[in-house]
């Protein structure tokens, strides 16, 4: 078995080098995943990128039958990650090894994986592919998981009044938590005139998302092509057909 621990534990007195041939004949991995120029330095003046690539060549050194990626990304800063994400999805791809990945981040898990495990408590909660779980959520902390927002309400059979006070048109019974994700939210700085459901609120920050704008209003963020500032009125405009879910009495948010 490869494993990559999560702080990437590299020997600090030894060389790159020394630090894959430690764990066998590091060949031309080095090459293959960028660091080979690095070989003769130590880990301390490796930035976080060259030594999640350099742990990994560590593990396939051992040329394993299996690699466990234990948190991979974890202790990359936020720039850095996005960028390492790409790369070690492609070695991973180029090594046709069976891979168990650890994570607590969606985003991670579904760039990585080919099928994710959801685990609460010791138990698994639900299985499937990202795309899957994205669609259709098993429970809300699995929605959650996968980055979606929870606004919670009261179904009354064909409509869900949510506690925030919008009726949305789908069905539900008792209470519910009805789960969007930001990119499904529009946000406008004038109450919808087609009567669909919005969560009207003050804009309260503002952050430029491609050619649009992350506006969290009322407690919920979407996306807006009015250039709202904070303070201003806005209205978050649900969308048609939104999961609905039993509401769960435990967390919601999986842990950091």
Not at 21 to 33: M, N, Q, T, V
Not at 98 to 103: A, D, K, R, S
Not at 116 to 123: M, N, Q, Y
Not at 234 to 248: H, M, N
């Amino acid at each position: 078995m490869g494993w990559v621990p999560q702080e990437h534990a590299l020997f600090p007195h030894l060389t790159v080098a020394r630090n894959v041939a430690f764990a066998g004949d590091p060949g031309d991995l080095l090459e293959r995943l960028g660091v080979g120029h690095l070989a003769g330095e130590r880990p301390g003046r490796l930035s976080g990128g060259e030594r999640q690539r350099v742990a990994l060549a560590r593990a396939l050194a051992r040329r394993p039958r299996v690699l466990l990626l234990d948190e991979p990304l974890a202790a990359l800063d936020a720039h850095t990650r996005i960028g390492v994400r790409g790369e070690l999805a492609e070695h991973l791809a180029e090594a046709g090894l069976p891979t168990l990945l650890v994570t607590h981040d969606f985003r991670d898990a579904a760039a990585l994986a080919g099928r994710v495990c959801v685990l609460r408590d010791g138990a698994v909660v639900q299985t499937g592919t990202p795309d899957a779980l994205l669609a259709a959520p098993a429970t809300p902390f699995v929605a959650a998981f996968t980055g979606a927002q929870l606004l919670r309400g009261r179904g009354t059979g064909a409509t869900v009044q949510l506690d925030a006070g919008p009726v949305v048109p789908v069905p539900g019974s008792g209470r519910v938590v009805v789960a969007v994700h930001a990119h499904e939210l529009r946000v406008v700085p004038a109450a919808p005139q087609d009567g669909a459901p919005a969560i009207a609120g003050t804009v309260s920050a503002v952050a430029p998302e491609g050619d649009r704008h992350r506006v969290r209003v009322a407690g919920v963020e979407g996306l807006s092509e009015a250039p709202l500032r904070p303070g201003d009125a806005a209205w978050a405009v649900l969308p048609g057909a939104p999961r609905v879910l039993a509401e769960d009495p435990g967390p919601h948010r999986p842990p950091s």
